[in-house]
């Protein structure tokens, strides 16, 4: 683990999911499970809630944890929470994913003054395989 202030470390940042995030979001159920310097990585347990005919994760709830990941990536880049707001999502859906938890891996690519830019990758928690690929541009207020 880096040397992140403690507001960034894992248990912070799952804090930050409850604290934080509209309830639609936390009912998600995503859960910490690495921080390294500027990325996070999430996982997003399967759920019929979030689960589309025949089984597939909707990418309605792919783009919300994509989103919610980089939010708490930026928490480790700056070492607190600092508000912003997504300006930019450009997202791939690459192929279903069904019957497994999602990695959901987001990382800070650069953030500036005003900017921060990032990108996410989802892929199957039991088979490794990408199934969607986001480029996110953010305000930092």
Avoid: H
């Avoid at 279903?96 to 990108?119: H, I, K, M, N």
């Amino acid at each position: 683990m880096s040397g992140a202030p403690a507001a960034a470390e894992p248990p912070a940042l799952q804090a930050a999911l409850a604290g934080l995030f509209a309830p639609w979001v936390q009912a998600l159920g995503l859960r910490v499970e690495q921080a390294g310097d500027a990325e996070v990585t999430l996982r997003l347990p399967a759920s019929d809630q979030l689960a589309r005919e025949g089984g597939t994760l909707c990418g309605q709830a792919m783009m919300a944890a994509a989103d919610t990941a980089m939010v708490l990536a930026l928490m480790r880049q700056f070492g607190e929470f600092r508000p912003c707001t997504t300006v930019q999502m450009n997202t791939s859906f690459l192929r279903p994913l069904a019957g497994q938890d999602a990695l959901v891996r987001a990382r800070v690519l650069r953030a500036g003054r005003s900017l921060a830019f990032g990108e996410i990758d989802i892929a199957g928690a039991r088979d490794g395989k990408s199934v969607c690929r986001a480029s996110v541009t953010y305000a930092l207020l």
